[in-house]
């Protein structure tokens, strides 16, 4: 069990460079000084544009990464040390499992319960237990003894959510779960994350570049482009936030785009737009979307 | 007849160690990693040479053996590190390591040979050294005496447990690499342990197939079990099956024709593969 009075995830300005790969590349900061907690039984959706550091700062709480400053823990304890001891349960955000091996759905879910244990051990009742309640939370149950490689795209995705809740994690992250994903398809996987969260008493990160899985999923969203843009509920999120956390992808549309008249009044961190909009009063969307169409009409 | 049981038992227990391994070999698409590995051992055997270790002696047949296994274990390392350098790119770690290792191999020979070849012992041995190559390269399982076949034996049985004991952690990594550290393990420290692994099974499947011959050996058996089955038990009994049947068909025509015994193996094995090729052509309901 993870330290009652523990966060579920503390993220200490952190800040995190890629290493240089060849002499001709240089090294590539994906982090600067991002900090937020994010308590337990939460449910955080990690908003940000593609290159925006989302998959950097799932690397750095499953302890894959190291930070290059600033520390991370994960209920306390180091993030490998969470890792290792069960408490975290990862979806991954490309499925590159090989369908051609020969493995059963129930097998490939038992790989999330069974990895560590010892190998000389057999699985025991509990453990079966576990593997069927988790094929049973996602539904799968009927297919349990059916070849991975007969499954289609969405059944696959269920089990390795299976696979990831098998070992009886406290904190569940899914990396861009619902790409490629229609809008009923993003409800109906809020409503199983929503399940799976109620049922196992979970902390659950949601990582994602579209606003409307992260609504299907979040009651808390954090807004990250490099740096920490907003981190509150959902309903404070404004344009103008979004308009700084997508500045490269709206630029890349519209042309180059203002979106620094509410910073003029002395706002200039970026990390606190939370507080702008209170102490500042920029949530102002009107004059973001005026802001945008001027923009929008000299755009090619 | 007695002295044909060392060489015979050695063979048929090296089959099983090949046919439980070649399922992970086939699943992760390592059958070239397999062959990089046995033709650097090449240069383990030239390096053995230079020394002065070869196999006239049990003594001399067992450090020349141990040498060739370090030495293929570096070799394997080397591949994985140089694999991960080339963002995955196996191919061109094995161009690298397979050329670096023949290259060394073929000069150590040429020195080896070089330092007896003016007397007149050396110039017999000369004549030898052209034989000892052929044996590297294609196999001889019938020099196999007790203390080298109980060494064989032994270090093939220690890989079957050490594969069992690894088995859920390489599925896992065979199934899934990329999550494997985001769920406790460590991916590279499989594949380096794979690595140690699948290096000292050539170097035993080298005694009865040869430098050109021993990967097969760990292909054929689970190529041929995947095409029989979609189910991983029966995946590896079909696997062993097909490597310690088609090892004792290969060594019976071997023996009877008088063919060498590694290609009558690696011949009969090939056999097999195709007949469960065939038959999941056919009738593709075999494969559930």
């Known amino acids: ?300 | 007849m007695n002295e044909l049981a060392p060489p015979i038992i050695a063979a048929l227990v090296i089959s099983l160690m090949g046919g439980a391994l070649s399922v992970f070999v086939v699943l992760k698409r390592l059958a070239f990693i397999g062959q990089g590995i046995s033709h650097a051992a090449f240069g383990g055997v030239g390096i053995a040479l230079v020394l002065g270790v070869h196999g006239a002696t049990a003594a001399g047949a067992i450090g020349q053996l141990g040498i060739v296994v370090a030495f293929s274990v570096l070799a394997a390392l080397w591949i994985a590190a140089l694999t991960r350098t080339h963002q995955g790119r196996a191919d061109t770690a094995i161009g690298v390591v397979l050329s670096a290792s023949m290259a060394l191999g073929f000069i150590l020979f040429t020195i080896a040979e070089s330092g007896h070849v003016h007397d007149q012992a050396g110039a017999a041995e000369h004549q030898g050294g052209h034989h000892l190559i052929e044996e590297i390269l294609f196999g001889n399982i019938l020099d196999t005496d007790w203390p080298k076949a109980t060494i064989t034996i032994a270090t093939a049985l220690g890989i079957v447990l050490l594969t069992w004991l690894m088995r859920r952690r390489l599925i896992f990594w065979v199934f899934d690499e990329p999550v494997v550290d985001a769920f406790g393990l460590n991916a590279n420290r499989i594949t380096n342990a794979f690595m140690v692994i699948l290096a000292i099974a050539i170097v035993m499947a080298m005694q009865i197939a040869g430098v050109v011959l021993a990967a097969a050996m760990l292909v054929l058996p689970g190529a041929g079990a995947l095409n029989l089955s979609t189910k991983l038990k029966p995946v590896f009994i079909y696997s062993i099956l097909i490597a310690v049947i088609g090892a004792a068909l290969g060594m019976f025509v071997g023996f009877k024709a008088d063919y060498p015994l590694g290609p009558s193996i690696v011949l009969t094995q090939s056999a097999i593969y195709l007949l469960t090729h065939i038959t999941k052509a056919v009738s593709p309901r075999v494969r559930s």
């Open chain 1, 1 to 300: 069990m993870p330290p009652l009075e523990s966060p579920a995830v503390e993220i200490d300005h952190v800040s995190y460079t890629y290493p240089a790969t060849g002499l001709d590349t240089p090294s590539t900061p994906a982090l600067d000084d991002v900090r937020f907690t994010i308590d337990q039984h939460t449910k955080l959706g990690i908003l940000g544009p593609n290159g925006g550091g989302k998959s950097t700062l799932i690397k750095l709480i499953l302890g894959i990464l190291k930070p290059t400053t600033g520390s991370v823990r994960v209920f306390g304890q180091s993030p490998t040390q969470a890792r290792q001891s069960g408490l975290v349960g990862y979806l991954p955000q490309r499925i590159q499992a090989d369908r051609s091996c020969p493995i059963s759905v129930e097998q490939v879910v038992g790989l999330g319960r069974s990895c560590h244990t010892k190998p000389w051990k057999k699985l025991t009742p509990d453990d079966h237990a576990a593997i069927s309640n988790a094929l049973e939370l996602v539904d799968l149950q009927p297919l349990a003894s059916r070849p991975i490689g007969a499954l289609s795209g969405g059944q696959l995705q269920r089990v390795m959510i299976a696979r990831a809740i098998a070992g009886n994690p406290k904190l569940l992250v899914l990396d861009e779960p619902t790409v490629g994903v229609d809008i009923a398809g993003q409800q109906r996987f809020g409503q199983l994350i929503e399940t799976l969260h109620t049922q196992l008493d979970l902390t659950v990160i949601v990582v994602s570049h579209d606003m409307r899985a992260i609504a299907a999923v979040a009651d808390r969203v954090a807004c990250l482009s490099r740096t920490l843009h907003f981190h509150a509920a959902p309903d404070g999120l404004t344009p103008a936030v979004l308009a700084q956390v997508f500045a490269h992808d709206v630029a890349g549309v519209f042309g180059r785009i203002h979106i620094d008249a509410h910073l003029a009044d002395g706002c200039d961190d970026p990390s606190h737009a939370h507080q702008h909009q209170h102490d500042c009063g920029c949530d102002d969307q009107s004059d973001m979307n005026s802001d945008m169409n001027k923009k929008s009409e000299g755009a090619p």
